[in-house]
């Protein structure tokens, strides 16, 4: 029963990514390469920014870094990227309609939005008190990227919808057991992490580098076990 599970934030997300992506591709029809190049340019400035800004909330940057190395070695290890990929290509197989930017849509869109802080702590907060207001806003930024990753990179975008729903619906269904385990510099570290992901997010809009985020994401799963490892075994 949706009202005992408390997923209103997480679907509300999932639709306006839809609706905004929809709005998006209405707008690719007009749009000329050339103008739908900067436009991703633009994009992939601002994105960069925003990771920048997320970065600088770290708490201690050298367990974000240790955390970005094992996450590394464990996302490269399990080919996160390559597995998303693979997602995205059954999804073009049957939606995509010969679409060449399909993939690279959902994927860069599904890594976007769920990255970062917002989704887990407002999944938490959907979970845990009703309150969905941080996946409102979270919701009102994803549909601002949504329309514009849609008018530049196609239908994928809107695929992005599945993964967001499933991740942060997960989060919200675990939000009794997870909460109790978050403080706040785990948090700022987790915020910062996803920040450093992000940045990566906009150099690969920028195509300035190819730079696999998806094997790097574990990273964001193992700062709660770091921060705990340091605080009972301060070598």
């Known amino acids: 029963m949706l009202g005992d599970v408390y997923l209103t934030g997480t679907i509300i997300n ?13 707008f690719r029809k007009g749009i000329p390469e050339n103008i739908s190049r900067t436009m991703q340019d633009g994009l992939g400035l601002l ?9 600088f909330k770290a708490e201690s940057l050298a367990v974000v870094g240790v955390c970005l190395a094992i996450g590394a070695v464990l996302g490269e290890w399990q080919q996160w990227e390559g597995r998303l990929e693979t997602v995205g290509h059954k999804l073009e197989n049957v939606f995509g309609g010969g679409d060449s930017q399909f993939v690279k849509g959902f994927v860069s869109a599904t890594l ?7 989704a887990i702590v407002g999944s938490l907060q959907d979970g845990l008190t009703h309150n969905y207001e941080i996946l409102l806003v979270k919701s009102m930024l994803d549909g601002i990227f949504a329309m514009i990753f849609a008018a530049s990179m196609g239908v994928g975008v809107l695929f992005s919808a ?5 991740y942060q619906g997960a989060i919200s269904l675990g939000a009794g057991f997870i909460k109790p385990l978050l403080t706040d510099p785990m948090l700022n570290n987790i915020t910062a992490l996803g920040g450093v992901l992000i940045a990566g997010i906009g150099i690969n809009a920028l195509g300035i580098t190819r730079i696999k985020v998806a094997n790097l994401l574990p990273g964001l ?15």
Not at 17 to 25: F, P
Not at 112 to 117: E, I, P, R, Y
Not at 223 to 235: C, E, G
Request: aromatic share 14%.
């Open 14 to 26: 999932a639709i306006v990514i839809v609706l905004a992506g929809l709005v998006g591709l209405l």
């Open 47 to 55: 994105i960069l920014g925003i990771g920048i800004q997320f970065a």
């Open 112 to 118: 976007l939005f769920c990255v970062g802080a917002m």
């Open 162 to 166: 599945l993964p967001v729903l499933i």
């Open 221 to 235: 799963f193992l700062v709660p076990l770091v921060m705990y490892l340091i605080k009972y075994f301060p070598w």
